[in-house]
């Protein structure tokens, strides 16, 4: 998996153990648990809800440019959120970085999601990126859109019903932007 040097831990955070690191192959098993129940429920991400675990490894981690992340408990071994980020576009865009997060549902509530953004934004800056963009966060996932405000990103737009959450029909998507 490609990953950055990105490795930190955040002691201010609700859970003084957890650090965050560039993914390894090793941590897949760990992502996959993170992320298929999340996929499998369909209501915050794009990706067919019925995605084959080998069709989301390579849509996670295989894009070209991607840099996955994980955060880990004080074992290092127990993965309990995941992101990537990587350019937004290639070419004459790609100085604009475009990132997925994702957390087990074990470790909601203790920070994760946050160390994991703080990672990313440090990370994308690092790499030389001037800007983070999100294409598709969607309008009824209050808690991914309350952080991403918290942490500078603005609602550039929201496009009407481009969403078919399985509860609540057709809903928006948000285009969200911070520069870095």
Known sequence: ?????????????????????????????????ALEPVLRAGETYTYPRDITEDAARTAWAGSPGARVLVAVDATGRTVLGTAKYLPNH?????????????????????????ALAHAVLDGARADGYRAMQFNAVVETNERAVRLWESLGFTVLATVPEAFDHPAL???GLHIMHRTL
């Open 90 to 114: 290639p070419g004459a865009g790609a100085h604009v970085a475009n990132a997925s997060f994702v957390v087990d549902r074990d470790a909601s509530g203790r920070g994760v999601g946050r």
């Open 169 to 171: 029909g057709l809903v």
């Open 1 to 33: 998996m490609a990953g950055s040097s990105t490795s930190a831990t955040y002691p201010h955070l609700m859970d003084d153990q957890l650090h965050v690191r560039a993914a390894t192959g090793d941590d897949w098993p760990g992502i996959w648990r």
